[in-house]
Structures are given as C-alpha cells and as structure tokens.
C-alpha cells in the first residue's frame, strides 16, 4: 500500500505539469516547418513564413498545444506567419554583430539564445528572455552573450496574434557562455526557474520567475 502511494505521490506532478506549450517546434530555412508531437505521433506542417534561422529558435503553444508564435531572435512572427505587432529590432547590439558579420536577414547566432516561458497567473502573458552582446567586447574578439534581455508579449492583442508591449528590458549583464539558457517548472506549480551559465566557468545564474 505504502509503495502504491509513493508511485501515485511522484507522479502527480508529471500529469499536473505534462501542459502542452511544447507540443510543436519551428525552425527552418526561408521554408519554415513545424513538428508537431501529439499522443505519441510526429507530424510536420507548414509555417507559411520566411525567416531564415541560424542558431536561436524559440517557439511557444497554449496549454492545448495550438502554436502561438515563434521567433528566430531577430523577429517574432504570429501563427499566421506574420511579423507580430513589434516584433523587431530586438537585442540591438547582438543585432548590429550578425548584420556586420553574416546576413541582414538570418537569425541570430547563439544556440539556446531565446527562451519563452507564460508569465505565471496570466492567461495572456508570455516571457521573452533573449540574449545580447556587448560591442565594446564583440569588437575586441570576445563574441559571448553579455545581456540577458526581458521582453513581455500579449497575446490578447491584436485580436488574439499577439503584440510585444515590452522590449529589450536588461535584468542581467556578466559574460556568458554562448549557449545554455533553459527553464523547468517550480514544485510549488506555478513558478519557473530561469538557468543560465557564467562564460568559462563552473558557475550558473539562476533566477525566479513569478507573476512579478
């Protein structure tokens, strides 16, 4: 009996939490596509949009795994595969480094680079935590994440496409590792925590996110 409610105990939470905000994924080539996972079954789709990746892909559904948006760093675009209400001109200096460097029309570069979480207790509010250079740095050789930069999207606007209402808000700046930004769910259901690692180290940011 005890061993039974043990296994009931510990897997409570996995179907509290198994929500389907990751139940697609897009990225692509100027021939964007989707994966879709749903009941153990992989499909693909199109995105019908034509943005170009290169590293940083973030994407994120509602609990019924419908997609919302997307983005490869430089833009975000709705479901319909449009550029969102603001959805531009993020991470500026990072911005300017991939113009000068590559392709004014790809993504950005550093894998892991973008992440987009709900914002706890809103049924509209979305989190999206990217990253962002530092030019004094960049332009000595150094080409690491310097910023990590908040930008809050409303899916309430635009009659349910979405809006960024926030933008390239800094709430944190060391040099960091060029990859390895990632988030998993607080025990208390709610919450999330936020990871990020310090450039050349053992050492790792971690941070709470919380509907404030």
Not at 140 to 152: A, E, I, V
Request: aromatic fraction near 14%; charge should be negative.
């Amino acid at each position: 009996m005890r061993i039974r409610f043990l296994f009931l105990l510990i897997n409570i939470p996995l179907f509290c939490f198994s929500q389907g905000y990751g139940n697609q994924w897009a990225f692509g080539d100027l021939d964007n596509i989707s994966l879709q996972f749903t009941d153990s079954i992989l499909t693909t789709d199109s995105l019908h949009s034509s943005i170009a990746y290169f590293f940083t892909s973030a994407n994120i559904c509602d609990t019924e795994g419908n997609l919302l948006f997307y983005t490869n760093g430089r833009l975000v675009m709705n479901r319909n595969g449009d550029t969102m209400i603001n959805g531009y001109d993020f991470s500026p200096q990072l911005l300017e480094f991939v113009n000068s460097y590559y392709d004014s029309t790809i993504g950005f570069q550093n894998t892991q680079g973008a992440l987009i979480l709900p914002q706890p207790n809103s049924d509209s509010l979305y989190l999206l935590f990217q990253v962002d250079f530092d030019s004094a740095l960049w332009h000595s050789g150094l080409t690491r994440p310097y910023s990590l930069m908040l930008n809050k999207i409303d899916m309430a606007a635009d009659g349910g496409l979405g809006e960024v209402i926030e933008k390239n808000k800094i709430i944190f700046q060391d040099i960091m590792s060029s990859a390895g930004m990632t988030a998993c769910k607080h025990a208390n259901g709610r919450d999330w925590w936020l990871v990020r690692n310090e450039y050349h180290t053992n050492c790792y940011y971690i941070w709470l996110v919380t509907p404030d």
